[in-house]
């Protein structure tokens, strides 16, 4: 069975920085795509920035210039970098691997949460 790790979250100040990483785990065939998302306070949960299998990225506009994807296929992990935090990205972060194993075909993977909070 897929699972995802997600470390990285914690309270930091506006203008701070903070790292996520999300490593998975599992009978992994092939990765189609991968992203994080985030559930801000009473909202719907949100696409934060995803990557496809050649690399390609998309940004939520809020984040753009802010906060950048990244992933180690080596080491199963999936990073997002998130600089120039503003109180508005508190938020649960999710991790989401669309995959294939050895015994399914594409699937959505999702991390159990982190959270971020940035306070003003």
């Known amino acids: 069975q897929v699972q995802l790790v997600e470390s990285g979250g914690g309270l930091v100040q506006a203008g701070g920085s903070l790292k996520l990483s999300c490593a998975a785990s599992?009978?992994?065939?092939?990765?189609?795509?991968t992203g994080w998302y985030r559930q801000p306070p009473g909202k719907q949960r949100e696409l934060v920035a995803r990557m496809s299998n050649s690399g390609g990225t998309n940004y939520a506009d809020s984040v753009k210039g802010r906060f950048t994807i990244s992933r180690d296929n080596a080491k199963s992990t999936l990073y997002l970098q998130m600089n120039n935090l503003k109180p508005e990205d508190t938020a649960v972060y999710y991790c989401?691997?669309?995959?294939?194993?050895?015994?399914?075909?594409?699937?959505?993977?999702w991390g159990q949460g982190t959270q971020v909070t940035v306070s003003s």
């Open positions: 599992g009978p992994i065939v092939r990765i189609a795509s």
């Open positions: 989401n691997v669309e995959a294939i194993t050895e015994s399914r075909g594409p699937y959505d993977y």
